[in-house]
C-alpha cells in the first residue's frame, strides 16, 4: 500500500514559517525524488520543489528560491519543505508526491501522489 502522508501545515503571519513534511511508504523511495506541488483555491496546480533521492539534486520553482528549502531524511523515508518568509501568496494545499527519474515536478509527471496539507498565510 502506497503511502506518502503530509503534515506540517497551518496558519502563520507573513514572513513566518512553517516545516512541512512528508512520509513515505510502500514503494522504492530511493527510487524516486520527493517533489511538494500546491494548488490554491480555483487555481492549477504548480510544481514547488523536490529532491532526488539517488544523487540529491534539488529544484525549486523561481516564486519560492531564497525562501524554501528542501531536504531528504532516507533512513525514515521522509522529507521536508522548510518554508521561511512566507508571503501570502504561498497560501495553498501542499501535497507531497513520487515524481519518477529524469523528471522534474513542472513537468507534472507523478506516480504517486499524497495527501494535502493546508498553509494559509495572513498579509
Known amino acids: 500500500e502506497v503511502q506518502l502522508q503530509a503534515s506540517g501545515g497551518g496558519s502563520v503571519q507573513a514572513g513566518g514559517s512553517l516545516r512541512l513534511s512528508c512520509v513515505a511508504s510502500g514503494f522504492s523511495f530511493d527510487d524516486y525524488s520527493i517533489s511538494w506541488f500546491r494548488q490554491a483555491p480555483g487555481k492549477g496546480r504548480e510544481g514547488v520543489s523536490g529532491i532526488s533521492n539517488r544523487d540529491g539534486n534539488t529544484y525549486y520553482a523561481d516564486s519560492v528560491k531564497g525562501r524554501f528549502t528542501i531536504s531528504s531524511d532516507n533512513a525514515r523515508k521522509t522529507v521536508f519543505l522548510q518554508m521561511n518568509s512566507l508571503k501570502a501568496e504561498d497560501t495553498a494545499v501542499y501535497y507531497c508526491?513520487?515524481?519518477?527519474?529524469?523528471?522534474?515536478?513542472?513537468?507534472?509527471?507523478?506516480?504517486?501522489w499524497g495527501q494535502g496539507t493546508l498553509v494559509t498565510v495572513s498579509s
Open positions: 508526491a513520487a515524481v519518477p527519474p529524469g523528471h522534474r515536478p513542472d513537468d507534472l509527471i507523478v506516480d504517486f
